[in-house]
């Protein structure tokens, strides 16, 4: 088992930065892709940004198209902390943002065995 701990969540202004935190503990070997999606009212759960380790200490990186070049994932502590740097922040960003994590990684949600609770970002406008 994987636990996934969210924090960073908040309410900012548009144009104002954020980063959410993922704590993760337990068989984090199992954790060799981690994720962010996201959740707005009324909509469905949707991919944000994703990172695979590929190998010697590297990780790939994968960002849907409406967070490209404004968000930013990285590793931190080897497999055990992922964050999410967000910059230029829009209303439409508003969402309940979750950590996942898999073997295998991708962007869609049924390849995530273990996900957070997660954190809420509210951007007014």
């Known amino acids: 088992q994987v636990q996934l701990v969210e924090s960073g969540g908040g309410l900012v202004q548009a144009g104002d930065s954020l980063r959410l935190s993922c704590a993760a503990s337990?068989?984090?070997?199992?954790?060799?892709?981690m994720a962010w999606f996201r959740q707005a009212p009324g909509k469905e759960r949707e991919f944000v940004a994703d990172?695979?380790?590929?190998?010697?200490?590297?990780?790939?990186?994968h960002y849907a198209d409406s967070v490209k070049g404004r968000f930013t994932i990285f590793r931190a502590n080897g497999k055990n902390a992922l964050n999410l740097q967000m910059n230029s922040l829009k209303p439409e960003d508003t969402a309940v943002y979750y950590c996942?994590?898999?073997?295998?990684?991708?962007?869609?949600?049924?390849?995530?065995?273990?996900w957070g609770q997660g954190t809420q970002v509210t951007v007014s406008s």
């Open positions: 996942a994590a898999s073997v295998g990684g991708g962007s869609a949600s049924s390849r995530y065995d273990y």
């Open positions: 990172t695979t380790w590929v190998g010697r200490n590297s990780y790939s990186a």
């Open positions: 337990g068989r984090t070997f199992s954790s060799n892709a």
